[in-house]
């Protein structure tokens, strides 16, 4: 039997490529679910044509917005993606963001479903270079559908699929691109590259199913179930008989022998001591708990390790032309453009923007922060609102802080944040944009942009990285840290470096090609069963149950 632990992307994009070469899989998750209040309203709100508004208000979260390490992202107003960790895994955070996830799904269940692959030049000291993660990226998107639109980037970042939904961008956000447009040999002088951004979620509507009615909840969470979550991959990969998912397991440690591995789990909810028997097990926990799982399973108590970090900061920006009534009007808040910079002035990498035009939540910030002034000024702050767009600007771990990682005797995880000395970048970054507000049509507002901790991006890895010759702390290209044969870690934990692009569709790339290029015949594996034939259906809408 071989095991897979976590249903997180990098655990179903394993699972997917192990029971598409025809192995009997068993994934092992600690499996936390959404609320069954929540899960009701969302049974009736996908039966409804016209959503009643104190149902709608029941999944929407308040969220902090004034919050020191920015507002905590909820799903339909639940806290379940970050649910009973620290309960199992005993973590002492300092100067650090770092929230792994026991759900079913795992952060995909929050996650803004942003979708950009990286590229060579962003991965130089990668012993996998992008000719041998293409084929994964199209496996990936067999199973996961994206919306995109074939345009400027794709000579940069390919698509690597033909089959996409489209979406209607925001009208902020045809503005921007109009004027990019325009601006564009400039901008192209300048280093900049932009087009539309590209989002794993399903906008059309499919038989039955709903599509997108441009309701702009998608950052509380879309009633619709559109946005791509694993956990209805889950739900999918059970068409395979070969695939079973134990819930409600959290594991330990791993012990490889001779022969076989022994996983040492609990489970989640009673917390008895349990054990799973099998001939090779593939971690995707997340980069926290699958480093510790590791340090655990090689006894490496006071040993250090490092995750690379992948450093956000948010930059609101006044454009130049503005929205009427925006408040009011239908669009999607998920990220609307992609802004590549590539200035080695500035980097050696690529720096990425991610778009954000109007949502509620900004609403709900000039409330916090101008109290009952947000009355009196309503009319000018609904002109503002217009015109208001935020960037969220994702460096290379390269140019980003780093986070220490350590086991204690007590078996608790320390983690360090050690953020970046020098704000060079951020400045020389922000210092581009103000100089090119004209091709840009907006200019940042340099008071309000805020910098994320380490692990702030959620976009980090690499404690164990992928070597072409494995050092200690250090893992083959197969994910196996050295001194295992059977043990391999398949999500972020192996990057050796983390691009500044979107972190998740390579972790599932990776993770896929990891299962794809396991070879069970030559490893021993017992038995290697027909692969049943899946259909070949995307991700539709996700089902919690
Ligand atoms: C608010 C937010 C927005 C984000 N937006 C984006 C975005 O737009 N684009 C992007 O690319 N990325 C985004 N991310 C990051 C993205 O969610 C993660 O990169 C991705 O989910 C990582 O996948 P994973 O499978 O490695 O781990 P996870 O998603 O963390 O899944 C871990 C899985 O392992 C299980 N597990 C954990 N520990 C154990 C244990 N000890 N035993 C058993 N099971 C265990 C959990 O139940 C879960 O199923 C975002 C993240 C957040 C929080
Ligand atoms: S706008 Fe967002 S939340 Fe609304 S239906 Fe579309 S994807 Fe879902």
Known sequence: MIYVVGSGPAGVSCAHALLAKGYEVTLLDAGVVLDKDKQKILAILQKKKKWPAELVEKIKCKLDVGAKDGPYKLSYGSDYPYREVQDHIHLDVQGALCRPSFAKGGLSTVWGAAVLPYIDEDIVDWPVKIKKLAPYYR????????????????????????????????????????????????????????????LAVRFAAEESKPGCVYCGLCLYGCPNQLIYSAAGTIDELRKYETFTYVPDVVVDKVVEQKEGVTIVARSRSKKEPCEFSGSHV??????????????????????????????????????????????????????????????????????????????????????????????????????????????????????????????????????????????????????????????????????????????????????????????????????RPRGFKRVHAVDSTVLPAIASQTITFTIMANAYRIGSEFDGVAAGVPEVRVALPIEEKVQGNIYIS
Not at 162 to 186: I, M, V, W
Not at 456 to 465: K, R, T, V
């Open 139 to 198: 496996k990936v998107l067999s199973f996961m559908k994206i919306a995109a639109v074939k345009d400027e980037l794709v000579q940069r970042f390919p698509l690597y699929t033909k089959k996409y939904d489209t979406f209607n961008p925001s009208e902020q956000a045809t503005l921007l691109l109009g004027h990019f447009r325009k601006h564009k040999t400039e901008l192209y002088e300048q280093g900049f590259r932009f087009g539309s951004s590209r």
């Open 282 to 479: 593939f971690i995707g926990c997340g980069a926290i708990p699958t480093t510790k799982i590791l340090l655990a399973s090689m006894n490496a108590v006071g040993k250090k390790v490092t995750l690379r970090d992948s450093q956000q900061f948010l930059v609101p920006c006044f454009a130049y032309k503005g929205v009427r009534d925006i408040v009011h009007k239908k669009l999607h808040t998920l990220c609307q453009l992609y802004v590549e910079i590539l200035d080695t002035a500035l980097d050696k990498r690529h720096i990425h923007a991610q778009v954000y035009t109007y949502n509620d939540v900004y609403d709900q910030w000039l409330k916090k922060k101008f109290g009952v002034l947000c009355k009196l000024l309503a009319i000018p702050f609904k002109f503002v609102m217009g015109h208001v767009v935020v960037l969220k600007v994702f460096l290379h771990s390269d140019s980003s802080g780093k986070i220490d990682v350590s086991l204690d005797k007590s078996g608790k995880l320390i983690v360090r944040g050690l953020p970046l000395k020098s704000k060079k970048t951020l400045r020389a970054i922000l210092w581009k944009l103000m100089c090119n507000h004209r091709l840009l049509g907006f200019f940042p507002l340099l008071p309000l942009v805020k910098s994320s901790k380490p692990g702030g991006a959620n976009h980090y890895g690499g404690s164990f990285p992928m070597r072409k010759r494995p050092g200690m702390f250090e893992s083959d290209v197969l994910g």
